[in-house]
């Protein structure tokens, strides 16, 4: 049974920042292509960040050069470095795999498969 599970939200003040987390079992993590999105009351999903499996990224415009991916193989987590933190990105945090051996795939508009309960973000201005 995959599961993913994310940690490391708060709240902090607008130009803070905040790591999350999401430990993955259950699957083989690093023939996945991870992501991080976000949702805000009221608006829709939107992907905030993946990885592919060969370390290749592609950034929401909104988030580029503030939040960085990583992740450990070894440890089987994903992790979100967010740093000049704006209110705009409150929002609850997902963790989500599928399974995409290309960089393509990763990035393509198919769906993921495999989805964490979420951490909520919270920036105060």
């Known amino acids: 049974q995959v599961q993913l599970v994310e940690s490391g939200g708060g709240s902090v003040q607008a130009g803070g920042s905040l790591r999350l987390s999401c430990a993955a079992s259950?699957?083989?993590?690093?023939?996945?292509?991870m992501g991080w999105f976000r949702q805000a009351p009221g608006k829709e999903r939107e992907a905030v960040v993946r990885?592919?499996?060969?370390?290749?990224?592609r950034y929401a415009d909104s988030v580029e050069d503030r939040f960085t991916i990583s992740k450990d193989n070894a440890k089987n987590t994903l992790y979100l470095q967010m740093n000049n933190l704006e209110p705009d990105d409150s929002a609850m945090y997902y963790c989500?795999?599928?399974?995409?051996?290309?960089?393509?795939?990763?990035?393509?508009?198919?769906?993921?498969?495999?989805w964490g309960q979420g951490t909520q973000v919270t920036v105060s201005s």
């Open positions: 990885i592919a499996t060969d370390g290749s990224t």
């Open positions: 259950g699957l083989v993590f690093s023939s996945n292509c």
């Open positions: 989500a795999a599928k399974g995409a051996l290309s960089a393509w795939l990763c990035f393509s508009g198919t769906p993921f498969r495999y």
